[in-house]
C-alpha cells in the first residue's frame, strides 16, 4: 500500500481462521522502517504478530515474530477495581457523621483532665492522676 510520503508492506497471516495483517510502514522523511503489529485480544490471552523481517525480492520469505501474552486484560480490569474502589471509598457514610454518644463524652472529658495534669508539678499530678482513677 502506497500514499503520498509513506509505503507499507502489510502480510496477511492466517492463524486459528482468524486473519491478521501485521504491517512495516517506510516513510519518506525516515531511513527507518515502522514495525505496526497485528493484535488479538481476548479474555485470555494477547496474541501481537509482527513482521520480524521483510522479503527482499519477489516471493522470497518474510520471518513474523508471534508473542502471546496470557491474561493481559485482566490487569486492566485489577485497575478499574482499584480506580472504583477510590471513589466508593469518597462516597459519603453515616459513619463519618455520627455524634458521639455520652460514653464518648464522658471519657474524653477524663483524658482532659489527664492532659491538663501533666502541666502541674509531680505530686500535685499525682494526686489528680488518683483522683481520677478513683472516678473510674
Request: negative net charge; aromatic residues 6%.
Given at each position: 500500500m502506497n500514499s503520498p510520503g509513506r509505503?507499507?508492506?502489510i502480510a496477511t497471516v492466517d492463524l486459528d481462521g482468524r486473519a491478521y495483517y501485521p504491517a512495516v510502514e517506510q516513510f519518506a522523511l525516515s531511513n527507518d522502517a515502522v514495525p505496526s503489529p497485528a493484535v488479538r485480544s481476548t479474555p485470555t490471552k494477547d496474541v501481537y504478530l509482527?513482521?520480524?523481517?521483510v522479503p527482499t525480492a519477489g516471493k522470497s520469505p518474510a520471518a513474523i515474530g508471534v508473542i502471546v501474552e496470557p491474561l493481559v486484560v485482566w490487569l486492566w480490569v485489577g485497575g478499574l477495581v482499584i480506580v472504583l474502589g477510590a471513589l466508593l471509598s469518597?462516597?459519603?457514610s453515616d459513619?463519618?457523621?455520627r455524634r458521639p454518644t455520652p460514653e464518648l463524652l464522658d471519657s474524653s472529658n477524663l483524658s482532659e483532665e489527664r492532659v491538663e495534669a501533666v502541666g502541674d508539678e509531680p505530686a500535685q499530678?499525682?494526686?489528680?492522676?488518683?483522683?481520677v482513677e478513683a472516678r473510674v
Amino acid at each position: 500500500m502506497n500514499s503520498p510520503g509513506r509505503s507499507s508492506l502489510i502480510a496477511t497471516v492466517d492463524l486459528d481462521g482468524r486473519a491478521y495483517y501485521p504491517a512495516v510502514e517506510q516513510f519518506a522523511l525516515s531511513n527507518d522502517a515502522v514495525p505496526s503489529p497485528a493484535v488479538r485480544s481476548t479474555p485470555t490471552k494477547d496474541v501481537y504478530l509482527t513482521l520480524a523481517s521483510v522479503p527482499t525480492a519477489g516471493k522470497s520469505p518474510a520471518a513474523i515474530g508471534v508473542i502471546v501474552e496470557p491474561l493481559v486484560v485482566w490487569l486492566w480490569v485489577g485497575g478499574l477495581v482499584i480506580v472504583l474502589g477510590a471513589l466508593l471509598s469518597l462516597w459519603p457514610s453515616d459513619r463519618r457523621r455520627r455524634r458521639p454518644t455520652p460514653e464518648l463524652l464522658d471519657s474524653s472529658n477524663l483524658s482532659e483532665e489527664r492532659v491538663e495534669a501533666v502541666g502541674d508539678e509531680p505530686a500535685q499530678v499525682e494526686a489528680q492522676v488518683e483522683e481520677v482513677e478513683a472516678r473510674v
